[in-house]
């Protein structure tokens, strides 16, 4: 199986494929209304069309990677429940021989075999799907497993009437040879009669070889492990035979039986889903689908496909579109922000850049504010932020660092450009400050003073005021 990538992200196996374009595309890549997952539509970002699902096609682990997941399986909460039940089911038959009649026995025993197949069959029909949890005690009776039985007894009937029918010719070898073959096909016809329900089906040999063929040379590593179940199963009987008391041994017996029995059950329905692609349908892991697109931006991923096709105009439009409705998403203003410095647009740069600022100051985020003034100041050396909080914010940030001189430059004249500005005063006594400590422009700093002194006359900082004032004039 030659599994597919994703364009965009090379690492990342595909989910979504383009058959008009021949291109693969990872769960983040796609234009799709699934929120939690499911098998909804998805359209390419690029070109709008409507994309194939894939399923779990190319994310399926091959099944000797995780033989450990099997014999966890029958461990789980619903699957011990089961054993459970059926077990003390079957304990209890055995406490009713001497009382019952052998009518009721046997009716009782055919239940109890007609629900483990119904529940065995139930096992390999949500492994398939992707459903790795095992079925409920009310899933398997909710309808009769009798239907499943009969269908599982008449494939086996017919299979043994091959072998029958090929006993006539009195032939060893082919004799050998018929019961091989059977034994060989019967998990795929196994498998096959779990999906598709249908005894035709199950045992077509066109079903069977395709489905044989679909799955290649690994059909035989999954015949040689389930090989290997049986027989660590018989081995296990032989050690509880000889150390079980015989009134314990049948529940004993059913448990350990149903234990292995659900891992290759569970191993069979799993060989479906990994090889879904060649067999010729679409499944996806239950709980990659539940966690699937949980974390994924759309607006990130179209944005992203759209810079990588070198669309940069229709990226830029994208991210502005998403924050007119989300205006406070600092991370989408960060990604529009890089984009168009990268565009070198000026216009729209700095455009953005007198919201993004204003929304950088009003979120306290001073240290992002800082640097990325430098970029804007960078593509525009006259650059200057409009909202005066953002510009004796700079200022403050440009002094404690010794940058006296961009402190005087944002400082200038702010009362002209925001004359109702109520934080003037301190504006002004911050560009002293720089004067006298980055220039000893002392009667230039002291016209500032006197000017603050005289216009505003509540300010809370009078008292340092006064005090440059005196070190100006000395």
Request: net charge negative; hydrophobic share 45%; charged share 20%.
């Amino acid at each position: 199986m030659v599994r597919q990538f994703c364009k965009y992200h090379p690492l990342e196996p595909a989910l979504w494929y383009s058959p008009a374009r021949h291109v693969a595309y990872c769960e983040r890549c796609v234009d799709s209304g699934e929120t939690l997952g499911g098998l909804g539509q998805a359209r390419c970002f690029v070109s709008g069309e409507e994309l194939e699902y894939l399923g779990s096609a190319n994310t399926a682990q091959p099944f000797w990677d995780r033989l450990g997941e099997f014999f966890r399986y029958p461990l789980k909460q619903d699957s011990l429940v089961v054993i459970g039940v059926f077990a003390v089911l079957s304990w209890a038959l055995l406490g009713l021989l001497d009382i019952s009649s052998l009518p009721f026995l046997l009716i009782a025993g055919l239940l109890l075999l007609a629900c483990i197949t119904r529940y065995g069959f139930l096992i390999i029909e949500y492994s398939a799907e992707g459903r790795f949890q095992p079925p409920t005690l009310k899933e398997t009776f909710a309808e009769s497993g009798f239907s499943v039985l009969v269908q599982q007894i008449v494939v086996q009937l017919v299979f043994a009437g091959f072998t029958v029918l090929v006993a006539f010719l009195n032939s060893e070898f082919f004799n050998v040879l018929a019961n091989a073959v059977v034994i060989f096909i019967l998990p795929a016809s196994m498998m096959i009669l779990a999906t598709e329900k249908t005894i035709a089906a199950a045992i077509s040999p066109t079903s069977i070889a395709h489905l044989i063929r679909s799955v290649g040379w690994s059909y035989l590593l999954l015949y040689a492990f389930l090989f290997l179940l049986l027989g660590a199963e018989s081995a296990l009987f032989e050690v509880f035979a000889a150390e079980i008391s015989a009134q314990f041994f049948v529940p004993v017996f059913v448990a350990v039986t149903l234990y292995f029995l659900m891992v290759g059950y569970h191993l069979m329905g799993y060989v479906l889903f990994q090889y879904q692609a060649e067999i010729g349908y679409v499944a996806e892991d239950q709980q990659a689908r539940d966690r699937r697109r949980r974390t994924i931006d759309p607006v990130d991923a179209k944005a992203e496909i759209l810079v990588k096709e070198g669309r940069y105009q229709q990226a830029a439009d994208t991210l502005t579109k998403h924050l007119l409705a989300n205006p406070n998403s600092v991370r989408h203003h960060e990604k529009l922000s890089r984009l168009l410095l990268a565009m070198h647009d000026h216009q729209q740069a700095l455009a953005h850049g007198q919201r993004f600022m204003t929304l950088l100051n009003e979120l306290g985020d001073d240290s992002r504010l800082y640097f990325l003034f430098g970029s804007y100041e960078a593509l525009d050396p006259e650059f200057r932020p409009e909202e005066p909080d953002v510009l004796l914010n700079l200022a403050h940030q440009f002094y404690s660092r010794g940058k006296f001189q961009q402190v005087c430059r944002l400082m200038a004249n702010l009362h002209k450009a925001a004359p109702h500005y109520e934080r003037i005063a301190e504006a002004y006594l911050l560009m002293a400050r720089a004067l006298v400590d980055g220039f000893n422009q002392l009667p230039k700093a002291a016209q500032y003073l006197r000017c603050i002194k005289a216009k505003y006359p509540q300010f809370n900082q009078l008292d340092e005021v006064d005090q440059l004032l005196k070190q100006c004039e000395a």
